[in-house]
């Protein structure tokens, strides 16, 4: 267990140095938020998520899906909490910024939902 959780920190550690950077280099545009804030929040969360799941996954195999379905609501909520001030504020935002909101979004649910996806089939 301490083994599959550590290679998913690794993997999600890699992942967020290398999307951020790719994204940073292509960014063209001064966006109003902190886009390091973003990716970071995304990458602690699918951190926090697996191992969560897989903890729930070892006491009570049946529910580990709906842990994992409860947790990304509390993930959407916290986001909404913590950057409420920095993103939310601004009325319009543009379509970069629409961008560096939702690319590490998809880039971390995709590498979320693999690793909980092989943990939940393996159990």
Do not use: W
């Amino acid at each position: 267990m301490i083994k599959r959780i550590v290679i998913v920190l690794v993997a999600i550690i890699l992942l967020l140095g290398i999307s951020f950077s790719v994204h940073k280099a292509l960014l063209s545009q001064e966006i109003a938020f902190s886009m390091f804030n973003v990716y970071l929040f995304h990458a602690i969360c699918v951190i926090l998520i697996y191992a969560t799941v897989e903890l729930v996954a070892d006491k009570l195999p049946n529910q580990a899906g709906y842990a994992y379905l409860m947790l990304m609501f509390f993930k959407i909520g916290a986001f909404v909490l913590i950057f409420q001030s920095s993103v939310f504020s601004k009325e319009i935002l543009s379509q970069s910024e629409r961008i560096a909101l939702v690319a590490p979004l998809f880039i971390f649910l995709i590498a979320e939902a693999i690793a909980v996806a092989k943990l939940l089939n393996s159990k």
